[in-house]
């Protein structure tokens, strides 16, 4: 059973930038499509960002790009999502996600459905 426990919310200021981690325990040595999704009041949660741990592949939703990363830290089990420029708009609550399997195409971001396993997320607060 895989575990997530989202940490690195906080409230900044529109242009700031702040960096999320996701602590992963309970792997099995398979290999995982790990995601960041986003969820505002009132709207779907939406994907942001997800990172192949198979094949390394990683892809980001449009309106992140170029300005969130996603990177992990193997030794630590963790997942991080580095979040520059940011933007009212980003303002949401933080979620990572996961799903054993080895292709990851982008498509899994189109839906919070196709993950199996989430943490509790984080809130970001982007004020203007």
């Known amino acids: 059973q895989v575990q997530l426990v989202e940490s690195g919310g906080d409230s900044v200021e529109a242009g700031g930038s702040l960096r999320l981690s996701c602590a992963v325990s309970?792997?099995?040595?398979?290999?995982?499509?790990m995601a960041w999704f986003r969820q505002a009041p009132g709207k779907e949660r939406e994907g942001v960002g997800l990172?192949?741990?198979?094949?390394?592949?990683?892809y980001y939703t449009d309106s992140v790009k170029g300005r969130f990363s996603i990177s992990r830290d193997n030794a630590k089990n963790t997942l991080f999502l580095q979040m520059n420029s940011l933007r009212p708009e980003d303002t949401a609550v933080y979620y990572c996600?996961?799903?054993?399997?080895?292709?990851?195409?982008?498509?899994?971001?189109?839906?919070?459905?196709?993950?199996?396993?989430w943490g509790q997320g984080t809130q970001v607060t982007v004020s203007s």
């Open positions: 996600a996961a799903k054993p399997m080895y292709y990851c195409p982008v498509t899994l971001l189109e839906s919070a459905t196709n993950f199996a396993y």
């Open positions: 309970g792997y099995t040595g398979r290999s995982y499509c």
């Open positions: 990172i192949a741990t198979g094949s390394g592949s990683i």
